[in-house]
T-cell receptor, first 113, second 113 residues
Framework: NAGVTQTPKFRILKIGQSMTLQCTQDMNHNYMYWYRQDPGMGLKLIYYSVGAGITDKGEVPNGYNVSRSTTEDFPLRLELAAPSQTSVYFC????????????FGSGTQLSVL | KQEVTQIPAALSVPEGENLVLNCSFTDSAIYNLQWFRQDPGKGLTSLLLIQSSQREQTSGRLNASLDKSSGRSTLYIAASQPGDSATYLCAVRVYNAGNMLTFGGGTRLMVKP
């Protein structure tokens, strides 16, 4: 099992550009999450999904969009990149149930200049 | 709103020392609490997960305890090693639509040889 795979690992964007961060998992997990982590801070939830076709906002959704057309994939889209979106982005997934541990991808480091 | 706090933010100890990392949360209505390890430039790796009905979990030199009534958890690391140097984050899973995790800001640990 590859677990949770994120691409790209690094990206530099200019203000106003758009991009999609890819996330895929091969563990058949229903729950998937996108977090951002700013330097020296904990993780903030951007969006989450409880299954294919179902998504909802987290704590900091402004400036982002998501879709969940399959169980495996949960892409995060930035439409008009802003310097405030410079951060490290993590995708995570877990199985249904009370004991489900959270599994993380290795992250995407994004800089908006 | 659930808030999670980790103190201290940074800790430096000599090799071989036993140490305790602290995590506190404001709302005791949680499913479970997880401790994660994050190495520089990497994603998060789950270390221990404690269900709300449990008091502690152990894995090797790590022991995590949970006191829901007081809103506290501790991660005990026995006989610390330089390889334990990393950032340790705790996260509580709350009762809501997405069973989201709320993260603390982390404790950055350095174990000196």
């Amino acid at each position: 099992n590859a677990g949770v795979t994120q691409t790209p690992k690094f990206r530099i964007l200019k203000i106003g550009q758009s991009m999609t961060l890819q996330c895929t998992q091969d563990m058949n997990h229903n729950y998937m999450y996108w977090y951002r982590q700013d330097p020296g801070m904990g993780l903030k939830l951007i969006y989450y999904s409880v299954g294919a076709g179902i998504t909802d906002k987290g704590e900091v959704p402004n400036g982002y969009n998501v879709s969940r057309s399959t169980t495996e994939d949960f892409p995060l889209r930035l439409e008009l990149a802003a310097p405030s979106q410079t951060s490290v982005y993590f995708c995570a997934s877990r199985s249904t149930g009370e004991s489900g541990k959270l599994f993380f991808g290795s992250g995407t480091q994004l800089s908006v200049l | 709103k659930q808030e999670v706090t980790q103190i201290p933010a940074a800790l430096s100890v000599p090799e071989g020392e036993n140490l305790v990392l602290n995590c506190s949360f404001t709302d005791s209505a949680i499913y479970n609490l997880q401790w994660f390890r994050q190495d520089p430039g990497k994603g998060l790796t789950s270390l221990l997960l404690i269900q709300s009905s449990q008091r502690e979990q152990t894995s090797g030199r790590l022991n995590a305890s949970l006191d829901k009534s007081s809103g506290r958890s501790t991660l005990y690391i026995a006989a610390s090693q330089p390889g334990d140097s990393a950032t340790y984050l705790c996260a509580v899973r709350v009762y809501n639509a997405g069973n989201m995790l709320t993260f603390g800001g982390g404790t950055r640990l350095m174990v000196k040889p």
